[in-house]
């Protein structure tokens, strides 16, 4: 069965970097999408970026310019490198697997896309 398991989160001052990575297992990337959400308290589970089957990557627009999304199947591991981060990307960051990929962004982003999530791992930026 999939698994996923995040880790890399932590506290941050605004303007610094962190590298969240999530260990993959039994999930094929041709098989389908993989991404990172997030959840602050209070508010829904947000699509932040995606990488398709075909190696397409999807950010939502808040991260743009500051994020990077990108899988080594070697070792099995997804990795979003967030770099000048905010106060409003403090969150709770999820990996997330679907069993293939929509054809537009706001499909690949959507929550309803993907049936394995992994923990979460906290991510805390203070201003």
């Known amino acids: 069965q999939v698994q996923l398991v995040e880790s890399g989160g932590g506290s941050v001052q605004a303007g610094g970097s962190l590298r969240l990575s999530c260990v993959t297992s039994g999930f094929t990337y041709s098989s389908g999408c993989l991404g990172w959400f997030r959840q602050a308290p209070g508010k829904e589970r947000e699509g932040v970026a995606v990488v398709t089957n075909v190696n397409t990557l999807v950010y939502t627009d808040s991260v743009k310019g500051r994020f990077t999304i990108s899988r080594d199947s070697t070792k099995n591991t997804l990795y979003l490198q967030m770099n000048n981060l905010k106060p409003e990307d403090s969150a709770m960051y999820y990996c997330?697997?679907?069993?293939?990929?929509?054809?537009?962004?706001?499909?690949?982003?959507?929550?309803?896309?993907?049936?394995?999530w992994g923990q979460g791992t906290q991510v805390t930026v203070s201003s």
């Open positions: 997330a697997a679907s069993t293939g990929c929509g054809a537009r962004w706001y499909d690949q982003l959507a929550r309803a896309q993907y049936k394995y």
